[in-house]
Each structure stands twice: as structure tokens, then as C-alpha cells.
């Protein structure tokens, strides 16, 4: 019993403190939080987590096997890269038009597929499964994959929840965030560019 609560309290905390950190996914959540609602901000963390699922399940099955993806990561990294453009001027877009609020009908499952490919086109978190996640699992077993995502959940529900809250007592917090959204997004795309140029010299 020790070591099944020992699994799940470390899964919670590296789920937590691997989704809490400034990147491209949160300046997403960020952006649709404060432009669009909690639930659009939500669901762009639901489809994060969905890829997250998604890369346990191929490093499992796989394992060692990818450890040669390095080869095709410089074409993910552009493409990741040329993702997280797209949704940066989506944001510098909502800020020139100053509209805080869109209306709630306006797609939901596009929240949930920006997260998703955002995630999916990042060959980071694969990477992490591959090695950490991997490891993690095998000492504590998998019971830390229960408190892993837990954590991760407990974000995606209190950040855009903070965000909104924020919002509605300060006026400023709107422009705040996607000016931040923006810079971390852009900042990214760079980084991966340059990782790409990296490998391929």
C-alpha cells in the first residue's frame, strides 16, 4: 500500500511540475482561457494530455526502438515550429481586435485539437516517455502514471480557472496574457527551428 501512495504522490508532482512551466501548450490554454472561456482553455489542455496518452502508449510498445526517431525529428521540429506560428499570430490577431469574450458555440473541439497538435508536433514529450517516463515507470511502477496525469488534470482545470478569475478583477490581464501568449509561442517556434538546423548540420 506505501508504495502504491509513494507511486502515485511522485506521479502527481512530476505531472504537475512538467505542465506548470511556461511553453507552448500553456501559452496556448492561456490565450483561449482569456479570449474565449475556462472550457476552451480546458479542452486545450484535455487534448495536450490526450497526446501525452498517446506518446506513453507508443513509448511502451516501441521502446527502444525509437530511440533512433532523433533521425526524423528535425522534419517534426519544423513542423512543430510552423504549428506554434500559426497559433502565435492567431493570438497577436485577438489582440489587435481587443475581443476578450467569443461566443461559447464557437467550436470546442477546435480548443481541444489546437492542444492535441500542439503536443503532437513537439517531439519533446516523446522524448520525455522515451527516457524519464520510461524509468519512472519502472521504479515506481504504474501507479505513477495515475498520479502523473492527476496532476496534469488538477492544471488544466486550476490555470484557465486563475486566467478567468484574473480577468474579470483586472482589465489589463486580458492583453497581459496574450502579449506573454504571443512571446512564448514565437520563442518556441524559434527554439525549434534552430533544433532543426541543429541536427540537419
Known amino acids: 500500500m506505501l508504495e502504491l501512495l509513494v507511486g502515485v504522490g511522485a506521479g502527481f508532482g512530476i505531472g504537475l511540475s512538467l505542465a506548470a512551466p511556461p511553453g507552448p501548450v500553456n501559452a496556448i490554454i492561456a490565450s483561449h482561457a482569456v479570449t474565449r472561456s475556462w472550457r476552451a482553455g480546458f479542452l486545450v489542455g484535455c487534448g495536450a494530455m490526450t497526446a501525452d496518452a498517446g506518446f506513453l502508449i507508443v513509448a511502451v510498445l516501441a521502446g527502444s526502438v525509437l530511440l533512433n526517431s532523433r533521425l526524423w525529428f528535425p522534419a517534426l521540429a519544423l513542423v512543430g515550429a510552423a504549428v506554434l506560428l500559426f497559433f502565435a499570430v492567431g ?22 485539437a489546437t492542444g492535441l497538435l500542439a503536443n503532437l508536433t513537439s517531439p519533446y514529450p516523446l522524448v520525455w516517455w522515451l527516457t524519464a517516463g520510461l524509468i519512472l515507470i519502472g521504479q515506481l511502477g504504474p501507479a505513477v502514471l495515475a498520479g502523473f496525469f492527476s496532476g496534469i488534470l488538477l492544471w488544466i482545470v486550476g490555470f484557465p480557472w486563475a486566467l478567468r478569475a484574473a480577468q474579470r478583477r483586472f482589465t489589463r490581464t486580458y492583453r497581459a496574457v496574450l502579449v506573454f501568449s504571443i512571446g512564448v509561442l514565437a520563442a518556441f517556434a524559434a527554439f525549434l527551428v534552430w533544433t532543426a538546423v541543429d541536427l540537419l548540420v
Not at 91 to 112: H, K, T
Open 91 to 112: 493570438a497577436a490577431r485577438a489582440l489587435r481586435r481587443g475581443d476578450v469574450v467569443r461566443p461559447e458555440a464557437e467550436s470546442q473541439a477546435a480548443s481541444y
